[in-house]
């Protein structure tokens, strides 16, 4: 009987001690665990924070290229005609050099050039060519304010930051710049000119290869530089799309002439006072114009250069071409239209040697061209 009660005592002493360390588990359990969490909702807080872009604006650029740009004054009859804008590119020992457009100082007889500080000085027309639409004017050197750094048109990509200073409607506001992004390259504008004879009126066209950009451009502005973002020239300002283009208004669709192209003419105007070009001695239309000629196509004929006429001695009737003729490639360029054909010939040099691919009487030719000078 002792030995069952000693048992039984040792079973309860378990049990109890069991219990004890049950309750100290539930204690610790209870205060560890988040109870009331378990039965609540979780509620995630995000917090909104608006993100400021700060733009300090391209000031420091403008400064490098600000004073290097200038006003070329346009003068008929000792009074002003006119002006446009101009950039100071390159400079030697006497004198500097002054980039602007053709068609500003065409029709000068005297041309004067006011900087930045409102002094002025009387400029000398180096050349001009109307191709390209670049003049070069010197000044003397120690006339000059700053010479702007040149940059490369090649290296910069649409979208961009570019700007433009130059001196628009008004002489009010002068040295104004606008500011914008490169928006196209490679822009192929048709450009045209018209001479006056007591018989007729000869309008001539062509394209020329553009920058586009949304910087706004006015009339006064031709001949400006066109700047990268750190302020160094890549094309000269010459032209806009007008405000009004078939029935839709147009807002800010500028046209600048590539550095690179603008600094190989200013080159040969320095060196030798005009460009040379290869000339084809041949006047030309389009395919839908041939009829006006008298020329008759086939209907499979739906692009390239039509021989109108062909001068005699000339490069054309020396490669056997003739009146008729559709010129449908130039060298390895395709040619749509006879502005196109312009294009593409001033891109070969005189001298060289180059295949002509044309339609005569439906039929496909190729012949060679040895390119004259104009």
Not at 260 to 278: C, F, M
């Amino acid at each position: 009987m002792k030995n069952d009660k000693t048992k039984s005592n040792n079973k309860l002493i378990v049990i109890g001690i069991v219990l004890v360390i049950v309750l100290i588990l539930v204690d610790v359990i209870i205060q560890n665990i988040p109870w009331k969490n378990l039965f609540e909702k979780e509620v995630v807080t995000t917090e909104n924070r608006d993100v400021t872009i700060t733009d300090t604006g391209i000031a420091e650029s403008v400064d490098k290229l600000y004073n290097a740009t200038v006003i070329v004054k346009i003068y008929q009859n000792n009074q002003v005609a006119g002006w446009g804008s101009g950039v100071v590119y390159d400079k030697d020992d006497t004198k500097a050099y002054i980039l602007t457009n053709n068609h500003v100082v065409e029709s000068s007889s005297k041309i004067e050039i006011e900087f930045t500080d409102e002094t002025t000085t009387e400029g000398t027309l180096v050349g001009k060519d109307e191709i390209s639409d670049i003049a070069v004017v010197s000044v003397p050197v120690d006339k000059i304010k700053q010479v702007g750094d040149i940059g490369k048109s090649a290296d910069v990509r649409l979208g961009d930051t570019v700007f433009a200073i130059g001196t628009p409607i008004s002489l009010s506001y002068k040295f104004t710049v606008t500011r914008g992004i490169l928006s196209g390259k490679e822009r192929m504008v048709e450009m045209s000119s018209s001479s006056q004879s007591y018989f007729q009126v000869k309008t001539e066209s062509w394209y020329m290869r553009l920058l586009q950009i949304d910087a706004s451009i006015n009339s006064g502005n031709s001949g400006g530089p066109l700047a990268n973002a750190n302020g160094e020239v890549i094309g000269i300002t010459n032209s806009k799309l007008s405000s009004s283009y078939g029935s839709s208004s147009i807002e800010n669709m500028g046209f600048a002439i590539p550095i690179e192209d603008a600094l190989n003419v200013a080159t040969q105007l320095r060196n030798n006072g005009k460009v040379t070009r290869p000339y084809l001695g041949v006047s030309m239309t389009a395919v839908e114009q041939a009829y006006r000629a008298g020329i008759e196509l086939p209907s499979s004929v739906t692009k390239g250069a039509v021989i109108v006429e062909v001068q005699s001695g000339s490069s054309t009737d020396k490669a056997g071409l003739k009146k008729g003729d559709v010129i449908t490639k130039l060298g390895d360029y395709d040619i749509k239209d006879y502005k196109y054909l312009k294009y593409y010939l001033y891109r070969y040099n005189v001298g060289d040697k180059v295949s002509v691919t044309y339609i005569r009487d439906g039929k496909e030719h190729t012949t060679e061209m040895t390119l004259k000078e104009s």
